[in-house]
């Protein structure tokens, strides 16, 4: 059984569709990756299955409970998942550049611990 479930989910804001009829499945302990440009649904599509933007059309099932059922069986699912919507330059610290010096950093030294014995 898939821990989420996308049934020709449908979210729209007005007149613009953003999610149109999206089937997906995720099985517990599954890794999935949005990728797309800026606009394309991967955000409207995560906060739809803690129930934080409501569906148009379709069924989305988390753990077995359906984002439709409201109420109590929704705050069931957010009890459980957790999410953070991270802003543009949420953490200027964690460039890309320093993160990656520190990768390269760490496996030098590695190396040089290893050459030492």
């Known amino acids: 059984m898939s821990i989420v479930a996308f049934n020709k989910v449908t979210k729209r804001f007005g007149q ?4 149109d009829q999206v089937d997906l499945s995720i099985e517990a302990g599954e ?3 949005l990728i797309g440009p800026s606009g394309s649904g991967k955000s409207t599509l995560l906060r739809c299955i803690n129930a934080l933007e409501e569906i148009n059309g379709g069924d989305l099932v988390v753990d077995g409970i359906s984002v439709k ?3 109590r ?3 069931l699912i957010r009890q459980e998942a957790g999410m953070v919507f991270q802003q543009f330059n949420l953490f200027p610290q964690m ?3 320093r993160l990656g010096l520190r990768r390269l950093f760490q496996q030098r030294f590695a190396a040089s611990l290893a050459y030492a014995g």
Do not use: D, N, P
């Open 73 to 75: 069986k929704v705050r």
């Open 69 to 71: 059922s409201g109420g």
């Open 95 to 97: 460039t890309a550049l």
């Open 16 to 19: 613009v569709t953003i999610l």
């Open 31 to 33: 890794k999935v990756v």
